[in-house]
């Protein structure tokens, strides 16, 4: 069975100082790892994905991910935090082998950016 | 390209009662799949579908059924209401059925059952 773990419920971060939103997989094959974002009464949004390649993925609104296969990780990083950056962020991983697998969620963290 | 779209948005039914929720996917995408995010849960997988066959089922109870029709539209039904059935639905497409898709999410549909 497949899993992800946030284990943050809550980050918090001043604006202008770098941010990191922490995300664990267990899958028992090749992970595809996804990061999504949800603002207040809207659906989620897709940031970025690792499939293969280079472990450092650059997605969307300058949001960044680090894959550490050893580590079993798939942080999410920005350089300086905006206060609009404040929402719900999601860690999705799928399991890229032995057929075709569902997409499973973590938890989900929430962002907060004090000015 | 349009988004995703959900109708209703917003739901209000009471015990007993059951909904259609519909959700029209992007245009070229034939793979549909619905979740329910509640504050505790996150969110859970129902259940997925492409070219019109149920792909993936989450572990839900029967009182949740879904089809997709030959145009790539879905609808999902949720008979018998339960308090607990109060969440926000959320449907999401993909262009096909490989693993590397990206899922893309409408706004979703608030259901309150009182």
């Known amino acids: 069975a497949q899993s992800v773990a946030q284990p943050e419920d809550q980050v918090n971060v001043a604006e202008g100082n770098p941010l990191t939103v922490k995300c664990t997989y267990s899958?028992?094959?090749?992970?595809?790892l996804f990061w999504y974002v949800q603002y207040p009464n809207r659906g989620l949004q897709f940031l970025l994905k690792?499939?293969?390649?280079?472990?450092l993925v650059k997605g969307s609104y300058g949001f960044e991910a680090e894959f550490n296969k050893s580590q079993t990780s798939f942080h999410l990083k920005k350089p300086s935090a905006l206060v609009s950056d404040s929402a719900l962020y999601f860690c999705?991983?799928?399991?890229?082998?032995?057929?075709?697998?569902?997409?499973?969620f973590g938890i989900g963290t929430k962002l907060q950016v004090i000015p | 390209k349009a988004g995703v779209t959900q109708t209703p948005r917003y739901l209000i039914k009471t015990r007993g009662q059951q909904v259609t929720l519909s959700c029209s996917p992007i245009?070229?995408?034939?793979?549909v799949s619905w979740y329910q995010q509640t504050p505790g849960q996150g969110l859970q997988f129902l259940f997925e579908?492409?070219?019109?066959?149920?792909?993936n089922k989450g572990n839900f109870p029967g009182r949740f059924s879904g089809r997709q029709f030959s145009n790539s539209r879905s609808e999902m039904n949720v008979s018998t209401l339960e308090l607990g059935d109060s969440a926000l639905y959320l449907c999401?497409?993909?262009?096909?059925?490989?693993?590397?898709?990206?899922?893309?999410f409408g706004p979703g549909t608030r259901l309150t059952v009182l």
């Open positions: 999401a497409s993909s262009l096909s059925d490989g693993s590397t898709d990206t899922q893309y």
């Open positions: 899958v028992s094959g090749n992970p595809y």
């Open positions: 690792y499939i293969t390649g280079d472990n």
């Open positions: 999705a991983v799928r399991d890229g082998t032995g057929g075709y697998q569902k997409v499973t």
């Open positions: 245009s070229g995408h034939r793979s």
């Open positions: 579908y492409f070219s019109e066959t149920q792909r």
